[in-house]
């Protein structure tokens, strides 16, 4: 019967190492993905941080290119905007001839002509000096003051419009035309 009572002692002795190392194992494999868990943590940390830097670089990057193409628009807008102040002054200087024209004939159409010069003169300057808006309430002014100058000087100011966007058109062609062979 020793015999008997050795072998269950050590199959029990066996038992609680097998559970020990088994504990023991479980415990590694718990600080394994304890580490694991928390270098992937500080990897995504990294990843956002780096993610966020170059995110916000992009962001830099555009709004200086932005910046700087809208300093060009507004370069360009401001040329537009003296080149139609000019233009507008020689129309007036056009309209202001066509008055004397009328002068010994018709004196009320002239001074009617006058007045839609004048008016064009000041549209000139505010829009040479001014903004839009400072145009828009000269305009409506103006329209309120003298209707049939205003409505005169609309149907004017489409021809010469006209006219002049028909000769951009040519000097754009042929300047293109006079580069090819």
């Known amino acids: 019967?020793?015999?008997?009572?050795?072998?269950?002692?050590?199959?029990a002795s066996s038992q609680t190492q097998g559970s020990s190392s088994s504990q023991h194992l479980k415990d590694q494999v718990a600080d394994a993905g304890a580490e694991?868990?928390?270098r992937a943590g500080d990897a995504l940390r990294a990843s956002t941080d780096v993610a966020h830097d170059k995110f916000k670089e992009a962001a830099d990057a555009a709004k200086d290119v932005a910046s700087g193409a809208a300093d060009r628009l507004q370069?360009?807008?401001r040329e537009q905007q003296r080149s139609g102040a000019d233009f507008m002054g020689r129309f007036a200087g056009d309209i202001r001839n066509a008055a004397r024209a009328f002068e010994g004939d018709a004196p009320f159409a002239a001074r009617s002509i006058n007045s839609a010069a004048e008016y064009v003169e000041e549209a000139a300057?505010?829009?040479?000096?001014?903004?839009?808006?400072?145009?828009f309430d000269g305009a409506t002014a103006f329209a309120k003051r003298q209707p049939a100058a205003f409505l005169g000087l609309s149907v004017l100011a489409g021809f010469a419009a006209v006219r002049f966007l028909k000769a951009s058109g040519k000097q754009t062609s042929s300047a293109q035309g006079g580069d090819r062979p």
């Open 125 to 135: 300057e505010k829009i040479r000096d001014g903004t839009f808006r400072d145009l």
């Open 75 to 77: 370069d360009n807008a």
């Open 1 to 11: 019967m020793s015999d008997f009572d050795t072998h269950p002692k050590s199959k």
């Open 36 to 38: 694991v868990k928390q």
